[in-house]
């Protein structure tokens, strides 16, 4: 685990409780596309019944770049509280453009929280919205 959750808890976690959509977990594959505003993640469930080879890709089709923050439920709770949380090195990348990211789970709940990279926006005079396209697949066996 990688310990850049102060900044993820601390600037993030009330964006969170603003969030009134609430999506189901992920399982199988699937893609889909979101518009982040920044300050606005979008937190995606994982739902593991047993160990898994998670695989996810990130396209931004327009916009700032995006990191991707995967954390388990302990970690995401101190998240939303606004608390000093941890996230999984192995299934997060900060200020992408575009990635592909493989690693294995332990059976558990997890959140990948896909948002508008914070450090980006003062490198980068790109105002408005992140269009981003997130595949995804998940093989628990």
């Given amino acids: 685990m990688v310990f850049r959750g102060v900044l993820v808890g601390y600037l993030l976690g009330s964006a969170y409780k603003r969030r009134s959509l609430r999506r189901d977990a992920l399982r199988d594959s699937g893609t889909d596309t979101y518009n982040l505003k ?8 994982i739902h593991l019944d047993t160990d898994g080879r998670i695989q996810y890709s990130v396209d931004v089709l327009n916009g700032p770049p995006v990191d991707c923050v995967l954390m388990d439920d302990r970690n995401f709770a101190y998240y939303t ?3 000093e949380c941890e996230c999984y090195e192995r299934g997060t990348v900060y200020c992408a ?20 990279a914070p450090e980006a926006s003062e ?3 790109i ?11 998940i093989d628990a066996t």
């Fill in 81 to 83: 509280d606004g608390l």
């Fill in 127 to 137: 105002p408005g919205d992140s269009c981003v396209e997130f595949a995804y697949s």
């Fill in 97 to 116: 453009t575009a990635a592909e990211i493989s690693f294995q789970l332990s059976a558990g709940q997890y959140t990948l929280m896909v948002r508008q």
């Fill in 123 to 125: 490198e980068i005079t």
């Fill in 38 to 45: 920044l300050g606005y993640p979008e937190p995606i469930p």
